[in-house]
C-alpha cells in the first residue's frame, strides 16, 4: 500500500550533472489548496526516465490481471481519472503519476504489465510496482502479487527490451541517469506482522525491523547492480492513523492503532539507518541514495487537516470510509461515498486521494530534492 508502502507514496530525483549548478523553482500554493510544484533545471539538462518499485501506493495496474483481491481496477476507483478506473489505488492519479508530471518527463507513468505499453513508455519510464507487496516476501506470496524481487526481474526484462531497440550505449545512458522510487512497507506492518502469526511469533517489533531491513538491503544493492544510480527510497507512513487500521485496532473511538505506529517507526529508523550504512559502501562518483520521510508529513494532514484545505481526517471517502479498501471499495460503495473526495484526507479505508498525494508529493520534493546534486 501506503505511502508514500504506497508512500502506499511518496520520492523524487534527477540524473547526475556533475558540476552543474541547480536552480529549483517550487510553485507550492494555488488556487483551491492544491500544491503543484514545478521544477526548473538549467542548460536544457532533462531526466530521461523514472522508474517505480513498491506497493498500491505507485501500481497503476500491474495487478490487473493477475488472481488477487488487491486490485483497483473498478469503480469508484478512478472516478475522478480522465478514462476511469485503471488499477490506481486513489480516485484519480497517484504518486508515481506526479513525479514524472512534476518533472516534465510525461504526464502518466504506466504499468509496466499494461499490455499497452509500447518502446517510447520503456525509454521514458514505467512502475514495477504491484499492490499488496512489501520488502517481506510473505506480504507479496499472500496476496499472489508479484514481489519485489519479482519486479527486479521485470525491470532486468525492462532493459533487454530498450537495449534492444536503442543499444548498450544510450540504453547506459538511460538506467544510469534515470531516477528510481522505492515505495513499500506498508503492507508489511498492516497485513504480514499484525495478521500473520507466524512473523509475529519468530520477531518482536525491533527484530522484525531488522528481518525486513535485511530485504530492503538486499533489494537496493541489486537494483545498484543493475545501474541505477539515484534511488530514493521512502519511509513508512503512520500506518496505525489510516481509517481501515483506526476501526481495526483503534478502540471504541477509533483512535490511531499506535502498536503499528511503533513498528512503522522502528521501521523507518532500521531503513534510514540502512541508506547511511550503504553510503558508506557505494562510493561510486554521482551514486545517491536517500531516504524519503512520509512519516511526518502524512501525519500532518491527518491532525491538522482544515491547514490543508481538508474537512475529514478519519474516514476515507469510498463507501462507509470505515473499513473499504480494494475490492471493498467496489460498485456497491458508490451509493454510500462522499460526493467530493477533495475534502478527504483519504480516498479508501487505507490510500490517500489524488488531492493529499498531491500535497505530500510536493512536500516531499521540498523536503529532499537537493540531496540528490
Known sequence: MLFFSQFQTPFWFSSCFSRTIILFVFVVMCCHD?????LVLPNNETIPAIYVFGDSIVDPGNNNNLLTIAKGNFLPYGRDFKGGPTGRFSNGKVPSDLIVEEFGVKDLLPAYLDPKVELQDLLTGVS?????????????????????????DLFKECIKKIKAAVGEERTATIVSKAIYIVCTGSNDVSNTYFLLPS?????DINGYSDFVAGYASQFLKDLYGLGARRIGLLGLPPIGCVPSQR??????NRDCYEAENQLASAYNAKLSGLIDDLKTV??????KLIFLDIYYPLLSL???????????????????????????????SIPLSCPDASKYVFWDGYHPSEKAYKILTSTIINMHLKEFF
Open 282 to 287: 557505494f562510493t561510486l562518483p554521482g551514486t
Open 302 to 332: 491527518i491532525q491538522n487537516p482544515g491547514k490543508y484545505g481538508f474537512e475529514v481526517a478519519t474516514v476515507g471517502c469510498c463507501g462507509t470510509g470505515l473499513i473499504e479498501a480494494s475490492i471493498f471499495c467496489n460498485p456497491t
Open 34 to 38: 492544491d500544491i503543484e510544484a514545478a
Open 128 to 152: 514495477f510496482a504491484s499492490g499488496a507487496a512489501g520488502f517481506d516476501p510473505l506480504s507479496a506470496e499472500s496476496a499472489n502479487v508479484i514481489t519485489m524481487s519479482g519486479q527486479l
Open 199 to 203: 512473523r509475529r511469533s519468530h520477531y
Open 247 to 252: 476501526t481495526l485496532g483503534g478502540g471504541k
